[in-house]
């Protein structure tokens, strides 16, 4: 099982929000996951963003693989 952090898409038909979860690679994309790392509203402005720092680098040390879109989140907040 390889686990990759990524974004699942939450909201209603044109009001997206997003949950960074880390989950099984093979997992739909908003199918099962893992552990809710934290959220992304980008309907607000600015965009909001909330980040568990401990719970993310609990899953990097784990070795998990992040996805183009979580990982300029995560560049974003300084976390890679």
């Known amino acids: 099982m390889a686990v990759r952090i990524r ?4 909201g209603a038909k044109k009001k997206p ?4 979860v880390a989950a ?3 997992s739909p994309r908003d199918g099962r996951f893992l552990e809710v ?3 992304y509203d980008p309907m ?3 965009a909001e963003v909330k980040i568990h ?3 993310v ?5 784990k070795g998990a693989g992040v996805t183009d879109s979580a990982r300029a989140l995560l560049k974003k907040e300084g976390l890679l």
């Not at 929000?17 to 960074?20: D, E, K, M, P, V």
Request: negative net charge; aromatic residues 20%; hydrophobic residues 30%.
């Open 24 to 26: 099984d690679s093979e």
């Open 44 to 46: 607000k402005d600015p």
């Open 57 to 61: 680098n609990y899953w990097l040390s």
């Open 7 to 10: 974004l699942a898409r939450m």
């Open 17 to 20: 929000f997003y949950r960074l």
């Open 53 to 55: 720092d401990d719970k």
């Open 37 to 39: 790392l934290g959220y």
